[in-house]
């Protein structure tokens, strides 16, 4: 029996290693997956806050130009390829003073992922936007 035994417990060594590299590889897959989902939610996360950035930041200042809060609105979002901003004020065709609401908006934004970089599509980002209405600041109306 003692023969049996031996040649059993032989033939076995070296299991362990072999399911653990199994195991390993499919859970490294899964944990970077994970981290990868991640940054495409923090970028989601991103690219409303650059909205809400944006809107507040052109009802409470007195910027001229909606090519600067454009400006402003991408810098904050880094991990985007590519993404289109706009400002729109209403009523349309108003000017600093008269402006009731203003609308900033992102679209066409894409964010590649690493994971699997090789074969990897560019992830499409919802368009998002964000009204808000204009303030004054007490500044008697005058923005």
Not at 1 to 7: H, I, K, Y
Not at 14 to 37: D, K, N, P
Not at 48 to 76: C, K, M, Q, Y
Not at 91 to 118: I, K, N, Q, Y
């Amino acid at each position: 029996m003692t023969r049996l035994g031996n040649r059993l417990q032989c033939t076995q060594r070296g299991a362990a290693i072999v399911e653990f590299a199994l195991v390993s590889v499919l859970l490294v897959t899964l944990l970077v997956g994970i981290l990868q989902f991640g940054i495409v939610l923090f970028t989601f996360n991103s690219a409303i806050e650059a909205t809400r950035r944006g809107a507040r930041l052109a009802v409470v200042s007195s910027i001229a130009s909606d090519a600067d809060i454009v400006t402003r609105t991408l810098e904050t979002l880094p991990l985007l390829d590519t993404c289109d901003a706009a400002v729109a004020r209403y009523p349309m065709g108003c000017d600093l003073a008269t402006c009731t609401h203003v609308r900033v908006s992102l679209s066409g934004c894409t964010v590649a992922p690493w994971f699997f970089w090789p074969i990897a599509t560019p992830v499409a980002i919802p368009p998002f936007s964000t009204a808000l209405p204009r303030e004054s600041l007490g500044n008697n109306g005058a923005p």
